[in-house]
């Protein structure tokens, strides 16, 4: 047996084929790895909204175990007691007496919203018209309509941490204080 036909090794067909094997599972693989900064952004819009979510449910099962009717001030048993209701019992914002008596969404009540029924400071928030200017916003906020039994009267929250450009597709929170929907989606963000 000569020295040639007795060593082992890869032919070079094996180390292409190899190499092929290697560049293809690149190909599609890297784009998955590349993208998981979105991913992780929109788990993070998803999560904040879930939250939302189950602290407006969580301060209307408080209003109706508390046996109140009407609009309430100062809800005691959630969170720090300083979020007023709506007259249908779901959480409206702080020092709303001049709001109808629970009856108006108006000013800064969804930046409060926000910060009542999450009672965390993860996030920085802004309002519609100051965003630009606070370094570093998470979440935008503004309202529709001021009459909460109209159909369009919410607070919506756009999650804008991923891409503050205007005409962006981002994640939203459009909350009804009415009737207490929550509903989750994506929209662009205009001027």
């Known amino acids: 047996m000569s020295r040639l036909q007795s060593s ?3 032919t070079l067909i094996e180390l292409v084929v190899v190499i092929i094997i290697l560049g293809i599972l690149a190909v599609v693989a890297a784009p998955r790895f590349l993208n998981l900064g979105q991913d992780a952004h929109d788990a993070r819009a998803k999560t904040a909204f879930a ?3 189950s ?3 969580l301060y209307h099962s408080c ?3 508390g046996g109140h009717s009407g609009y309430t001030q100062d809800l005691a048993c959630y969170g720090d007691g300083k979020l007023d209701s709506t007259t249908t019992g779901f ?3 702080i020092e709303t007496a001049t709001a109808d008596a629970g009856a108006k969404l108006q000013g800064d009540y969804c930046g409060q919203l926000w910060q009542g029924l999450l009672a965390n400071n993860e996030f920085v928030i802004a309002d519609q018209y100051s965003w630009r200017t606070v370094p570093n916003v998470d979440i935008v906020y503004w309202y529709g309509a001021v009459d909460i039994t109209d159909p369009n009267a919410y607070c919506i929250f756009n999650y804008v941490s991923d891409d503050r450009s205007f005409g962006s ?3 939203d929170l459009k909350y009804y204080p009415f009737d207490g929907r929550t509903i989750v ?3 662009t963000l205009s001027q």
Request: overall charge positive; hydrophobic content about 50%.
């Open 51 to 53: 939250a939302f979510a």
């Open 63 to 65: 209003w109706l175990a």
């Open 91 to 93: 959480p409206l914002g």
């Open 185 to 187: 989606g994506r929209s």
């Open 169 to 171: 597709e981002n994640w």
């Open 55 to 57: 602290g407006v449910k």
């Open 8 to 10: 082992k090794g890869f």
